[in-house]
Structures are given as C-alpha cells and as structure tokens.
C-alpha cells in the first residue's frame, strides 16, 4: 500500500473493523474471542490429557497458571473458602490473560477488551458472584447492611456515609472493574496505533529529518510493545485479584 | 478516507451487545470446560502429589520406627545374653566350689579310714608279734635258765608259770611307764 495513504492521526474508528458477516456478530473481535476460548480448551485438555505426578513441561505451565491464581489469588485473597471459588478465578486469570496478550499477537496486534462489551460481560459476572454469594452467606438485608454501612461510625454520619458507600460497594465496584481493564487495552493500542502509524506517516513526508524522527517513532513503537505485554499480565492479575477480593469481602463474616 | 479526528460514529464506552452475547456465551463454555473437566483433574493430581510426599515420609518414619524397635530389642536381647552368661559363670565357680569341696571331703575321709586301717593293723601286728615274742622269750628264757642251773626244766609246769607271771609283771610294769 502507498505509504501517504496511511491514515494519521489514528481514532476511535480504527477499533472498529468492518464486519466479516452478518453485523456485529462475525467480526475480528468476536472470531479473536473464540480463538482465545478454543486455545486456552486446547492447551489445558492437551496439557492435561495425561498428567503425571512429576509434569511434563507443558503440564507444568498448565499447574503453574491454574496454581498461582488458586494460591496466590484466591487463597491469599479469599482466605479458608478459596477453594470453590479457585476454579472460576483461574479460568478468569486465564482467559484475561491470553485476550489482552492478543494485543501485541502479529496479525492479531489488538485486544479484544479494547472493546468495553468483553470487560464488562466479565465485569458483571464477578458481579453478580459476589453479590449472590454475599446474600447466599448474610441474606439480602445483611448483605445490603455489610455493603452499606460501615460499623464503629457516630450515627450522625449515616446520611452521609450510606449512599458513599452503596455506591462504591454496589455501583462503583463492576463499572471500575469494567472500565479499568478496557481502558487499559484501549490505550495502550492507540499509543501503539500513533507510534506505528506515525512512524509511517513520517516516512511518506520524503523530508530526511522527519525520516529519521520516523525512525525514532518505530523504535519506540517496540519498546512500547513489550511495554504492553506487561500491562496484559498486570492488568489480568489486577482483574482476577479484585474478583477474589470482591468474593472475599462478601462472604467474609463482621465487617 | 472517513478519518477524521473527532467524528466518531461509534462511541467506545458503550458496549456493543452482540458482542457482550458472544463474550457471554463463549466465557461459559471455557468455564464449562475447564471447571467441569480441567481443574478437578488438577486438584486430584496435586492431592496425589501431596500423597506422594506425605506417604513417602511416613514410609521413612515406619522404617525408621522398625530400625529403632529391632535395636532395642537387640540391646534387651544382649544384656539378657550377657546377664545369662554371668549366671552360668557364676553357677559354674559355685559347682566348681562344690565339687572341690566334695572331692577334699571324700579324701579326707579316705585317709582317716586309711589311717585308721593302718593303726588297727599295726596294733594287731604289734599284738601278734608281742605273742609270739612272749613265748619265744619264755623258751629262750627258760633254755638260757636251764643252760645256767645245768638242768632242764623245760617239762616243769611249775617252771612254766614261773615264767609266765614274770613276764606278766613285765608287760604291766613297761604299759605303766609308757603311760
């Protein structure tokens, strides 16, 4: 393609591609959903079609990722009950993880939580885990009350410190969740989007100085590559982390 | 190109629900898959790892429980060995004893009877020879008396008893300076 045809600056169009069939439901970020679901199905039914006591490396990796996020997750977070809910975080851990490493994939090179609708089908999920645990465990009078009133406050304080904290414990909780990690995706494909496009919109100047700036651009456009990886990993920890605390701090008893 | 900096027909905040459909549905089937069939057989196989480990140890604490109770059976074993040599030894030096006290006992004996014997014959020799030097005395005495007067007397009966009671007065006499 001629390089003056580059779109520069990028924008908020540049996330969504057209349709490969029938409208929002077959596109690239649909199709990048269930490749992440079909290959993390694949890589931990092949891993673990036939686990020995001492692992082979690939049933290794498996029990690591499904490891950490039961111990140092679930259980760290959850305390003594972690265990029925070690699996969902896992799964959670995992598919996180390998949807936000989609953004630096080649030919994949986005996330697919870039777009608000997967965080928050997660998002709402964790949701509604914690609140149907929390009132399994308090009932739904005391787990509005836990959620709502924080206990060793002057009275007075109610009318104040009630709706502060339904609205953090109740409203605040899935939206940040939500937009955290698709804020997160979000941005960090359009910092790769200016360094990558701008690169090549330099190059089309035909000016030598802007070339070599051009240069720079691209250069920085890897580092900031490697960059999001980290931030992939990070930012699923973070998700699966807050879920667990989430969990925990329903079903945890007292305040 | 329709790119224009701040046009956007799409409004990224706002989910798009066809896809908050295939988020949903496709995050329950790997839920579906790796709850139902993935994790469980994690959890059985790290329960079997831990149970690997865990019975490892108490094999080793078994074998060494054993080691520890055959040694102290071998020490009971070795002092009651030890203590049932003592005994023998002890009953051994005591038979020992016993036997050499017998055997000194019975001896003694046999020289006190042998001693005994031996003075009961010389006494019966000492009585024969006393008899027989008695009468031979008496014929010397009496031939050597006849030789002297120049006449026998040897068929004088009274001359017999002469010399018989001489010679009873004799032994008298020397039995009572012996004493």
């Known amino acids: ?255 | 190109m329709a790119h224009t900096y701040l046009a956007a027909e799409h409004n990224p905040i706002l989910p798009i629900w066809q896809e908050m459909v295939v988020g949903l549905v496709a995050f329950g089937v790997l839920c579906y898959v790796l709850i139902k069939f993935v994790f469980p057989r994690m959890e059985a196989t790290f329960q079997a790892r831990v149970e690997a480990i865990e019975g490892g140890i108490k094999k080793a604490e078994q074998a060494q429980a054993e080691a520890a109770r055959l040694l102290e059976q071998y020490r009971a074993q070795l002092a009651e060995a030890q203590t049932e040599a003592a005994r023998i030894r002890d009953e051994a030096r005591a038979d020992a004893e016993g036997i050499r006290r017998d055997l000194l006992a019975k001896a003694q004996e046999e020289r006190d009877r042998i001693i005994a014997a031996g003075r009961e014959s010389l006494a019966a020799e000492r009585q024969g020879i006393i008899q027989q030097l008695r009468t031979e005395v008496g014929a010397l005495a009496v031939d050597l008396a006849s030789r002297i007067v120049g006449e026998s007397l040897a068929d004088e009966a009274r001359q017999r008893g002469t010399v018989e009671r001489f010679l009873n007065e004799l032994e008298t006499s020397s039995a009572a300076g012996r004493r």
């Not at chain 1, 959620?147 to 904290?165: F, H, R, S």
């Not at chain 1, 496009?197 to 070339?211: E, H």
């Not at chain 1, 651009?217 to 931030?231: D, K, P």
């Open chain 1, 1 to 255: 393609m001629n390089l003056a045809e580059v779109p520069f600056p990028p924008s908020v169009e540049d996330f969504f591609l057209p349709s490969l069939a029938a409208g929002y439901w077959v596109t690239k970020f649909t199709l990048m959903i269930w490749i992440a679901v079909a290959a993390i199905i694949v890589f931990y039914l092949l891993a673990y079609r036939n686990p020995k006591l001492v692992p082979t490396r690939a049933q290794w990796l498996a029990e690591a990722v499904y490891g950490f996020s039961r111990d140092s997750i679930s259980r760290d977070v959850i305390g003594p009950e972690s265990a029925r809910f070690a699996p969902y975080i896992a799964t959670l851990f995992t598919f996180v993880i390998v949807t936000n490493v989609f953004g630096i994939i080649p030919f994949l090179q986005v996330s697919p939580n870039s777009h608000i609708a997967f965080p928050a089908v997660l998002a709402i999920l964790s949701y509604i885990l914690y609140v149907y645990v929390g009132i399994r465990r308090h009932g739904f009078v005391g787990f509005l009350k836990k959620m709502t009133v924080t206990p060793g406050v002057p009275w007075v304080i109610y009318p104040l410190l009630v709706p502060i904290e339904a609205f953090t414990n109740l409203v605040n909780r899935p939206l940040t969740l939500a937009v955290r990690l698709f804020a997160n995706m979000f941005a960090g494909h359009l910092i790769l989007l200016v360094f990558t496009l701008g690169g090549f919109a330099l190059f089309a100047t035909g000016n030598i100085f802007y070339f070599a700036v051009g240069g720079v651009s691209m250069i920085f456009a890897i580092v900031m590559t490697t960059f999001e990886f980290g931030i992939a990993l990070l930012q699923a920890y973070v998700f699966a982390i807050l879920t667990a605390f989430y969990v925990g701090d329903a079903i945890e008893e007292g305040h």
